[in-house]
């Protein structure tokens, strides 16, 4: 599967299941104030609605003042983000790590893709894709582009967590933040969060290499319409929490760009000069496939099968002489 199709359908499918949960949470409290006590809502409350509740509020209380609980939100989704942190550089390196190995191999795949476009049997098309396959397998590239969705898997019962303190907490869901209620969707702050992650976006793809800065205009807005969309249809307690990750994010991008990213092309380019790109496709290794031939032997494996006819020679003439020797 396309590796631009593989993005979209796990970050698409992580939407789904957290707007079903959300809406699921919204419909059971319209129907019934109270806090859930049994089914899936019920344990989501008690597990992590609850805590949050909890952290939340003696927050505030130590805080004190009239946006007290607002600013309890503020610094637990802060103390969170942090926490989270670690583990989206961690991302970030791995994904950085592969698109800087991509350059190095995008002659070849530019080669492939244009023989795709050419190819018009059904069993040339086969051929290529699995070239493309091999370019990706013999390099030790990932199809994912080294992304990963654990990041956001993990904010989701976090993202429940704060939705439901807010919607079962009286002083939480009717405290406000500089006039505005917690309780209720606010435009002003799904605005002001969203812009900070199409400031993180942009960053994002500034270190992207510019052969793939096309393919990745579309992926990138996929965060912000995200936030957007959570933020503008939910209350403004959850749109906070969005607002201080904006924050976070673009702070962990400005050190992406100018610590991780450089650290990591000198890395690479170190790598690439000790260890080459190995050569899988060649144009005459397409031309063959389009032409109707089979796909001849990649640069290596030639240079393979070639010691290895050389090694049985060997073994054949020495065989030949033991029994020579066995003769006399």
Excluded at 31 to 36: G, I, Q, V
Excluded at 84 to 109: D, G
Excluded at 273 to 283: G, I
Aim: net charge positive; charged share 15%; aromatic share 8%.
């Amino acid at each position: 599967m396309n590796k631009k199709y593989v993005k979209y359908l796990s970050v698409l499918s992580l939407v789904l299941v957290l707007t079903l949960v959300l809406t699921g949470c919204a419909q059971q409290n319209a129907a019934n104030l109270h806090a859930p006590t049994s089914g899936p809502y019920g344990i989501v409350y008690k597990w992590i609605g609850t805590p949050f509740q909890n952290l939340i509020l003696k927050t505030a209380q130590t805080i004190g003042g009239k946006n007290a609980y607002a600013w309890g939100i503020v610094i637990i989704s802060f103390i969170v983000r942090l926490v989270l942190v670690p583990l989206s550089l961690n991302q970030q390196y791995k994904s950085t790590t592969q698109q800087e190995k991509m350059r190095a191999v995008q002659p070849q795949l530019k080669m492939v893709q244009a023989a795709q476009k050419k190819a018009k049997d059904p069993t040339a098309q086969q051929k290529i894709s699995a070239l493309m396959m091999d370019v990706y397998k013999q390099n030790n590239l990932s199809l994912t582009g080294g992304m990963g969705c654990l990041p956001l898997l993990l904010q989701m019962p976090i993202l429940m967590g704060i939705y439901q303190a807010v919607q079962y907490s009286k002083e939480i869901a009717s405290a406000t933040f500089l006039n505005i209620p917690l309780g209720k969707p606010s435009i002003v702050i799904a605005i002001i969060a969203t812009l900070f992650y199409v400031i993180q976006s942009w960053m994002s793809l500034q270190i992207v290499p510019p052969e793939q800065r096309k393919q990745m205009q579309s992926m990138i807005m996929i965060s912000p319409l995200m936030t957007f969309f959570f933020s503008i249809f939910l209350s403004a307690a959850l749109a906070l929490y969005f607002l201080v990750g904006g924050v976070v994010i673009v702070i962990q991008q400005l050190i992406t760009n100018y610590i991780v990213t450089p650290r990591i092309r000198k890395q690479t380019d170190e790598d690439l000069a000790k260890h080459p790109v190995k050569v899988v496709v060649t144009q005459e290794m397409l031309d063959s496939i389009l032409n109707g031939g089979a796909a001849p032997s990649s640069p290596e494996g030639s240079a393979k099968k070639a010691e290895e006819k050389e090694l049985h020679k060997n073994i054949r003439e020495l065989n030949k002489g033991k029994q020579n020797r066995n003769k006399k």
